[in-house]
């Protein structure tokens, strides 16, 4: 009895130290030197108090514009919570089982959707729920290694009162963002300052926009191709191969977002008081627009891959030709020299005092012009039929 009396006198001095201490700073968890308790009780009120901590909330301290990252988030780099008045961005990177656990304590995810998120063989599309929309998107990354454009998977979760974001970590507008708007109140008034139906909108308008260059980037290598296909010193076939192969993937990656953006338009505006059919229909333009290059880009890269087949068929017909050409005009020295090869007498020949007009060697130049004069025959025609 007397150490469960000491114990509950402990507690209630701690309950009325943490009440008038979370006022100040909910973190700050001490235990004053004036209280007499005994080893027993500082051990049970230490494990106490790690129990409370986790579960005291984190206080904003600065009203509407604070932003801070939530205390019942798991640390590491992994995750950022970011918070502006009423409105919450959570920002997962690089997601792994203990950060859908924690947005499965804290959100009302359905547990497939957070499957989804870890896998990265979704399609891209909307799911509506009564209190959220799960929104999944492909951008494209540049894979330096193989030169070929990869799909990144986005995974948006929009709710009232709060915007959730998974994604690897490769996109460059999640790169900078989320610290931006930590350091800088005003980057984060900007996107956090209205709604989560426009910060939703201000998100994917950033990861459209980065698809820009992208494109550019293939349209400058088309230029750069076209100057080796029409090139006979250069070979040009694996490179039109690598880009037609890379373009493939872009339009496979980009095509599908439009269709997502306009269902997004007019499911997402139940979270927004803004008109977000203006703001979607520039996203709407810019993605018509990378459409429209990436339409260019593979009719020119079908004619580069056309032109280089008839360009590389040409190089190997003229020298067939050439070949052809040679070997036929050396026949009839190859058919005397047969026929002096056998150990028959002949004229000129193994015979002795046969063809002897010209000294030792008559025989050779009888032999050579007999070869000579049909084969400079057939040059004459060749090149009079316009063969050479």
């Not at 990265?120 to 540049?142: A, C, N, R």
């Not at 201000?202 to 698809?211: G, K, M, Q, T, W």
């Not at 306009?262 to 997402?268: G, N, Q, Y």
């Amino acid at each position: 009895m007397g150490i469960i009396s000491r114990i509950s006198g402990v507690l209630k001095k701690g309950v009325g130290f943490f009440a008038s201490k979370s006022k100040k700073s909910p973190l700050v968890f001490e235990i004053p030197r004036d209280w007499k308790v005994e080893r027993f009780d500082l051990d049970y009120l230490g494990d106490l108090l790690s129990v409370i901590k986790r579960r005291v909330p984190a206080s904003s301290g600065k009203g509407d514009g604070d932003v801070a990252a939530g205390s019942a988030a798991p640390k590491g780099p992994g995750i950022n919570k970011i918070t502006w008045g009423n409105l919450t961005w959570v920002n997962i990177e690089k997601p792994t089982r203990q950060e859908m656990d924690y947005l499965a304590q804290n959100y009302p995810f359905h547990p497939l959707d957070l499957d989804d998120c870890l896998s990265k063989v979704q399609l891209p599309k909307i799911d509506e729920y009564e209190s959220y929309l799960f929104i999944i998107l492909h951008f494209p990354v540049f894979d330096h290694r193989t030169r070929i454009t990869r799909p990144s998977q986005v995974s948006i979760f929009l709710g009232k009162d709060f915007l959730v974001t998974v994604h690897n970590g490769d996109l460059k507008p999640f790169a900078s963002l989320p610290g931006r708007c930590q350091q800088d109140e005003k980057v984060c008034e900007q996107y956090l300052g209205k709604d989560s139906g426009y910060l939703m909108y201000r998100i994917v308008d950033a990861l459209v926009d980065y698809c820009v260059p992208m494109v550019n980037k293939t349209l400058s290598n088309l230029d750069e191709i076209e100057d080796k296909v029409f090139d006979d010193k250069v070979s040009a076939s694996n490179d039109v191969a690598i880009l037609r192969r890379d373009i493939a993937a872009q339009r496979r990656i980009i095509g599908p977002i439009k269709g997502v953006v306009t269902d997004l338009e007019r499911k997402a505006q139940r979270y927004t008081q803004a008109d977000l059919k203006v703001y979607f229909g520039d996203i709407n333009d810019h993605l018509a627009r990378l459409w429209s290059n990436l339409d260019e880009c593979q009719e020119s890269i079908e004619i580069y891959k056309d032109a280089d087949f008839l360009m590389s068929q040409e190089r190997t017909n003229r020298i067939l030709a050439l070949l052809t050409i040679v070997f036929t005009i050396t026949i009839p020295a190859t058919i005397l020299g047969t026929f002096y090869g056998m150990n028959i007498n002949l004229p000129g020949g193994l015979t002795p005092g046969v063809w002897t007009a010209w000294g030792t060697y008559t025989t050779f130049i009888v032999v050579l012009l007999i070869s000579l004069l049909p084969g400079a025959l057939m040059a004459w025609l060749f090149r009079r039929w316009r063969w050479i």
